[in-house]
């Protein structure tokens, strides 16, 4: 295993400590060079069968800040869930501990200007509408992190998912 399959700094520290090691060995077949898809700020994903991909990424993301620093990898799983379309849900959790969580997604078709139209920019605007009358936003709302999934644009990365405005 090597460390270049990991970009993120959260990630990074805890794959250089050891908090991923049960992880690895459980999951090798999945997490390696071979099977590696992208390594984003946040995460790494890789292959996982033909219709998902397993994604691996520190428990230090904007969402258990804002949402719950104790919320389990279920708790996060079910929360994004409940923002379906918008969100591509998370089929199940693979693994977690205190220091990172791995889950399994559905793979969609990554939005490129291939694939956009007037369908995909409305489902845009009624994400931003979803997103502001649910009192959240997303950090990184780029191409780059949307993707065709059912017919519908969706944002496959929400990890900068928070509250725009925390309780008090």
């Known amino acids: 295993m090597t460390e270049k399959l990991f970009k993120s700094i959260e990630i990074l520290k805890v794959y250089k400590t050891g908090g991923m090691d049960e992880f690895l060995k459980l999951h090798r077949k999945y997490v390696n060079e071979n099977n590696l898809i992208s390594?984003?700020?946040?995460?790494?994903?890789?292959?996982?069968?033909?219709?998902n991909v397993l994604k691996v990424c520190s428990k230090d993301i904007r969402y258990f800040d804002h949402f719950s620093q104790t919320a389990s990898g279920e708790d996060f799983a079910t929360h994004i869930n409940?923002?379906?379309?918008?969100?591509?849900?998370?089929?199940?959790?693979?693994?977690?501990?205190?220091?990172?969580?791995?889950?399994v997604q559905p793979r969609c078709q990554i939005l490129d200007k291939s694939n956009?139209?007037?369908?995909?920019?409305?489902?845009?605007?009624?994400?931003?509408?979803?997103m502001l009358k649910n009192n959240c936003?997303?950090?990184?709302?780029?191409?780059?992190?949307?993707?065709?999934?059912?017919?519908?644009?969706?944002?496959?990365?929400?990890?900068?998912?928070h509250q725009l405005k925390r309780p008090d």
């Open 39 to 51: 390594i984003g700020g946040d995460a790494t994903v890789f292959n996982y069968d033909a219709d």
């Open 82 to 103: 409940q923002m379906a379309p918008y969100f591509l849900p998370i089929k199940k959790i693979l693994y977690e501990n205190g220091e990172m969580i791995a889950y």
């Open 116 to 130: 956009i139209d007037k369908n995909v920019l409305l489902d845009v605007f009624e994400f931003v509408r979803f």
């Open 137 to 161: 936003i997303v950090t990184d709302l780029a191409p780059h992190n949307w993707g065709i999934y059912n017919g519908k644009a969706t944002v496959f990365d929400y990890h900068g998912l």
